[in-house]
């Protein structure tokens, strides 16, 4: 967003996406053999693998990322910033951060005992990752697990589930937990209500998840 004609505000948001990358993704969608991502890494599970072509113009993505005893198959981290500003970049203000962090595992099952337990961990690591001050808006836990079935009270506890933490009150942003379990070869996914990245692991839809950032934007925006 620029300055209006008039010399009013405007909102910027600064993230890990340019124009290129938009660019290179449409070409990589067009044709995958035209370009190669050297920074990013591949997965010997298909699905995993392709669910990283979903995330990698957002994400920076890791494999076999161990944390507090816990491995996951795949590890994401998105990073934004906007701000204000009146009429030039150097008067700006309202600067704001706010960033996931993506977990995906892929088990053989899964039970709410699991997805309970991930919750926790959730809580343990915004204690240590999360800084709170002025400038921090939202810091976003999201842990997608791959499983073979989906069982009922899995499915009940996932679409239930809403976890969201004040930092002083709001004065220093908040953190949320998301949590998505999908059945890939059965073409089922359950996802709790703020869990955006979720489209991503739709691969049975024939639309790739484009707009994914600018959902995540949109809800910075709020």
């Given amino acids: 967003m620029t300055p209006d004609a008039n010399g009013g505000e405007s909102g910027q ?16 969608a067009a044709d995958p053999d035209t370009a190669t991502y050297p920074d990013v890494p591949d997965w010997d599970d298909e699905y995993i693998d392709r669910v990283s072509d979903r995330l990698l113009f957002n994400y920076d993505l890791d494999r076999d990322r161990h944390v507090r005893g816990e491995r996951f198959t795949l590890y994401g981290e998105l990073h934004i910033e906007s701000h204000k500003q009146f009429f030039h970049e150097a008067l700006s203000y309202g600067h704001h951060e706010s960033g996931e962090h993506l977990f995906v595992r892929r088990a053989d099952r899964t039970d709410v005992a699991e997805l309970e337990r991930l ?6 690591l915004a204690d240590e990752w999360i800084e709170p001050n002025e400038e921090h808006y939202s810091t976003e836990f999201t842990f997608a697990i791959a ?3 989906i069982d009922a009270d899995t499915k009940s506890f996932v ?8 930092l002083k009150y709001g004065y220093h942003g908040h953190y949320e937990i998301n949590l998505v379990v999908v059945a890939p070869d059965h073409e089922e996914l359950v996802a709790s209500r703020n869990a955006d990245v979720a489209n991503a ?19 910075v925006r709020r």
Avoid: K, M, N, Q
């Fill in 13 to 28: 948001i600064e993230t890990g996406t340019t124009d290129a990358d938009a660019d290179d993704a449409s070409d990589a």
């Fill in 119 to 124: 919750v926790d961990l959730a809580h343990a």
């Fill in 159 to 166: 679409e239930g589930f809403t976890d969201r933490t004040l």
């Fill in 147 to 149: 499983t073979d079935t």
């Fill in 201 to 219: 692991f739709r691969l049975w839809d024939d639309d790739t998840p484009t707009g994914l950032l600018e959902r995540l934007v949109a809800r």
